[in-house]
Nanobody, 125 residues
Framework: QVQLVESGGGLVQAGGSLRLSCAASGRTFSRYGMGWFRQAPGKEREFVASITWNAGMTYYADAVKGRFTISRDNAKNTVYLQMNSLKPEDTAQYLC??????????????????WGQGTQVTVSS
């Protein structure tokens, strides 16, 4: 049973930073790409960032490129999302996601079989 548990969300002023973590369990973490998505009230879930199983490649939504950094520590079964220069429009619930197949990574939510419960990020102006 794959489990994903996010942490690190909170309230921050515009221009501030937060670091989200997602701890994974239930299978060999190092064989799977990972992704971060976000969903604001009344809006569709949107891709934020993804990373390959060996951290060789990372992908970002245009809205966060240059401000957010995705990384992973396979020894700790954890993926991170460092968020800098936060803006009010970054306010959303942030969800960690894992695909069902190994050695894949995707920008689409349909590419992911497992989801965490989410962590709320609120950026005040």
């Amino acid at each position: 049973q794959v489990q994903l548990v996010e942490s690190g969300g909170g309230l921050v002023q515009a221009g501030g930073s937060l670091r989200l973590s997602c701890a994974a369990s239930g299978r060999t973490f190092s064989r799977y790409g990972m992704g971060w998505f976000r969903q604001a009230p009344g809006k569709e879930r949107e891709f934020v960032a993804s990373i390959t199983w060996n951290a060789g490649m990372t992908y970002y939504a245009d809205a966060v490129k240059g401000r957010f950094t995705i990384s992973r520590d396979n020894a700790k079964n954890t993926v991170y999302l460092q968020m800098n220069s936060l803006k009010p429009e970054d306010t959303a619930q942030y969800l960690c996601a894992a695909p069902g197949q190994p050695f894949t990574v995707d920008r689409r939510s349909v590419g992911y079989a497992y989801w965490g419960q989410g962590t709320q990020v609120t950026v005040s102006s």
